[in-house]
């Protein structure tokens, strides 16, 4: 319980230091065995009834308390991020500490309400009974996650699975697992370590996981991996949320203002240095203003500052993989070969991690800068004369993740917003739906099922229980046993009154429905 645990307020004011990381061997990095997560599995059907027994009110004391160790401790894990992922150390502070901050921050505002038991309707048919939702815990929630934003995606999901109550397992990436960083964060915090349990691995002891047959399976990463999930899952019936990949577009029409819309869609297809699947990935520009916009945008991203930074300076990092710097290097030669033309980032060689932004103009359907997914710093320009043209062409994906729309004109922005089959649209701005934690994430098509965060993203982590509390008495219902030719009868005017509709209709049915209770009561049994 809360009290007991009142050692976490010394804790904090240490400087975690994460580069001494948790003494992990390298093969925890590779395949997990079976016995290791059989018993990850014992702890966590133990803690689930520890968890339940805590009120709300304390599972949320828990989340400020990691939002301060988090305060207290941020610099450090700055560091542990820049050096696994290679990102831009302004892109660290941002995407995963303030967001994963305010995320916080929003679980303590919102978490009590969301979960409180909801009274709902009860219809006049079943007069005198009252309706409730409780929001109860899953049990056991298998969190897998991707290695673009390793401390967002691992805390995000794993406090709101938390606060609503689960035990929680949770698998990063083998490729950034921040060793020992979310452990000394929820230590810290004075969290049990079989609350939320850290498993270091590759997708093979992913897919052991979810075989140890998890209550709920969280996913976030590829489509590839995604279906395998899901699969896997289908076979034990473990509901899944995927949160998968995208090829969001930007649509500027040519009374955006070009100031604004050029540096909103540089930062949106370049934050993380494109690795992140929300980026934009296809620019679709108005005619009037394409030659404009194209060479303004070419103007800035000539301009960025690109470095694994110590000082905040640095606009954009480094590829964190080498196997996504393959995929970049096969989508520009694609494309150069396909006839279209490069504007910036001549230079790279094709190896080098710190990959410039690439800018291509004529696309062509066939290139798979046009229709995959790169996650790399790749900008391919397209143009566009009508409004129907460019909602056809950006629906014209496999994916359906997020879009913004750019333009004066709010009613056609609203319009286009509406005709979009994506999960999230800004409106003139860029990846900003992320930006609010009440507004719920995901995506349709093949970038996802489900919805996390926002206030219905409480509802991925529970079982919402329906209960109907009548009173104890020896009545018997009308619709229990036994049927008779009188019940139908009056079963029959019942239905009649209510659903067919006239003056009388309300009163044929209060007058049928005590002829009906006084039948069923001198039937019983
Ligand atoms: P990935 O699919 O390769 O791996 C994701 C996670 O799944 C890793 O932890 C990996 O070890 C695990 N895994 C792999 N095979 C598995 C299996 N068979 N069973 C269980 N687990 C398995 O993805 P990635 O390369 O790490 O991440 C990049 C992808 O993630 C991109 O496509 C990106 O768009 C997507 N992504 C989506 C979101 C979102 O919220 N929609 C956010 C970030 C990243």
């Known amino acids: 319980r809360l009290e007991d645990t009142n050692q976490w307020g010394e804790k904090i004011m240490e400087t975690l230091n994460y580069e001494t990381k948790i003494n992990v061997p390298p093969e925890m990095l590779q395949q997990q065995n079976n016995d290791k997560i059989k018993n990850v599995f014992t ?134 697992p921040l060793i020992g960083v979310v452990e000394n964060v929820l230590s810290a915090a004075g969290m049990d370590s079989h609350w939320i349990q850290i498993i270091y691995g590759d997708g093979k002891t992913g897919a052991t996981l979810i075989n140890h047959k998890p209550d709920k399976i969280f996913f976030t990463g590829s489509v590839q991996t995604g279906k395998k999930i899901m699969e896997q899952a289908a076979k034990l019936l473990i509901p899944v949320e995927l949160e998968l990949g995208g090829k969001d577009a930007a649509i500027i029409f040519d009374d955006a203002n070009l100031e604004r819309s050029t540096s909103g869609v540089l930062w949106g297809a370049l934050t993380n240095l494109g690795q992140s699947c929300t980026s934009v990935e296809r620019v679709y520009v108005q005619e009037k203003i394409f030659d404009s916009f194209k060479a303004l945008l070419v103007n800035k991203a000539n301009e960025l500052l690109q470095s694994v930074d110590q000082d905040g300076n640095a606009d954009i990092g480094s590829m964190t993989t080498e196997q996504q710097i393959k995929v970049v290097k096969e989508h520009r030669d694609d494309a150069l070969a396909k006839g279209a033309i490069l504007h910036t980032g001549n230079n790279w060689d094709g190896h080098a991690a710190n990959i410039p932004p690439l800018i291509f103009t004529q696309i062509t359907p066939d290139m798979k800068i046009y229709s995959e997914e790169t996650f790399g710093p790749v900008i391919p320009i397209l143009s566009f004369i009508r409004e129907d043209e460019v909602i056809q062409d950006a629906n014209n994906s496999s994916y359906g993740l997020s879009a913004s729309v750019w333009s004066q004109d709010i009613e056609r922005c609203q319009r286009v917003t509406r005709e ?106």
């Open 43 to 176: 702890h966590a059907r133990k803690a689930e009834s520890q968890i339940r027994l805590l009120s709300i009110e304390e599972r949320i004391t828990y989340v400020s308390r990691v939002k301060e160790v988090i305060l207290k401790s941020y610099p450090s894990i700055i560091n542990q991020l820049q050096i696994e992922t290679k990102k831009s150390r302004t892109d660290a502070l941002v995407s995963e500490i303030f967001s994963v901050l305010d995320y916080c921050d929003f679980l303590i505002k919102e978490s009590k309400k969301a979960l409180q038991d909801k009274s709902v309707k009860t219809p006049l048919m079943l007069m005198g009974k009252k309706s409730y939702m409780y929001f109860e815990p899953l049990g056991t929630v298998l969190v897998i996650s991707p290695w673009n934003y390793p401390f967002f995606q691992a805390l995000v999901p794993m406090m709101t699975s938390f606060v609503c109550g689960n035990a929680t397992i949770y698998k990063p990436s083998e490729v950034t």
């Open 420 to 525: 979009l089959k994506v999960g999230n649209v800004s409106i003139n701005n860029v990846m900003l739906t992320e930006g609010n934690p009440y507004l719920p994430f995901g995506g349709v098509k093949d970038s996802g099922i489900g919805r996390y965060k926002g206030i219905i993203g409480f509802q991925t982590f529970c079982n919402i229980k329906s209960v109907l509390i009548d009173k104890n008495s020896s009545k018997i219902e009308a619709n229990w046993f036994p049927y008779t030719q009188k019940k139908y009868h009056y079963f029959e005017q019942l239905t009649l009154s209510a659903f067919r509709k006239n003056p009388w209709s309300f009163v044929v049915f209060a007058l049928t429905g005590i002829k009906l209770e006084s039948h069923a009561q001198k039937l019983k049994r």
